[in-house]
């Protein structure tokens, strides 16, 4: 039973690029949530999407935006790159609609460095 | 703005001493998830508490959840040299309609033999 698959593991990116990260669910899975973590700190939750919608969403800007396809897999989008963007990103799936109230299960990250 | 906080932030333990992080909301929690992430790992969800009072116990960790639903701790007896890692609570705090799942600061454990 294959978990949380995150690609690609690093980029390198420069400033106002724009990046696609990709995630596949744990089998079984619905729901998926992206988190920005950077060093030291504690994921910080970005948005979560659940039948193909973006259901809840952190303090993030626009720049940020995803999608979610019917097979339950996700991207992340970043526009305009800004060097704070540099950080370790996190997709976690769950069961059911109320991802929140379900343990989070992390794939391995997306570590994206921008210069 | 609402938060979750963890003290403390770093500590430093000899193998077979015990260990406790806690873990304080600004506001109420439904329920609170506690996440070990290895140094260059992801998180692992480690247990999650739902009831007030809540205790609950894996091997050589004790979570409890306060009477408040506001505070948590993690309790390692005895700890080992693989209990290295960050460990993170996070809970669901409201924002109007939502509510997102928040980590707290973490905290890093070292344990030295």
């Known amino acids: 039973d294959a978990g949380v698959t995150q690609s690609p593991t690093h980029l390198i990116k420069t400033r106002g690029q724009q990046v696609t990260l990709r995630c596949s669910p744990k089998s079984g899975h619905d729901t998926v949530s992206w988190y920005q973590q950077a060093l030291g700190q504690g994921p910080q939750f970005i948005f979560q999407?659940?039948?193909?919608?973006?259901?809840q969403r952190g303090n993030f800007p626009d720049r940020f935006s995803g999608h979610q396809y019917p097979n339950y897999s996700s991207e992340l989008n970043v526009n305009a790159l800004l060097l704070g963007d540099s950080a370790l990103y996190l997709c976690?799936?769950?069961?059911?609609?109320?991802?929140?109230?379900?343990?989070?299960?992390f794939g391995p990250g997306t570590r994206l460095t921008v210069t | 703005g609402q938060q979750v906080m963890q003290i403390p932030q770093y500590q430093h333990v000899q193998e077979g001493e015990d260990f406790t992080t806690y873990c304080n909301s600004s506001t109420t929690l439904s329920n609170i998830q506690w996440y070990k992430q290895r140094p260059g790992g992801h998180p692992v969800f480690l247990i999650q508490?739902?009831?007030?009072?809540e205790v609950k116990k894996q091997k050589r960790l004790t979570f409890q959840f306060g009477e408040a639903k506001k505070n948590s701790s993690l309790h390692i007896t005895a700890t080992q040299t693989t209990d290295v890692g960050t460990y993170f609570c996070a809970g669901p705090l409201n924002t109007g309609t939502a509510s997102k799942l928040t980590f707290g600061t973490g905290t890093r454990l070292q344990v030295m033999l």
């Open positions: 508490l739902v009831k007030s009072g």
């Open positions: 999407y659940y039948e193909e919608e973006e259901r």
């Open positions: 976690a799936s769950s069961p059911g609609p109320s991802g929140l109230a379900y343990e989070q299960y």
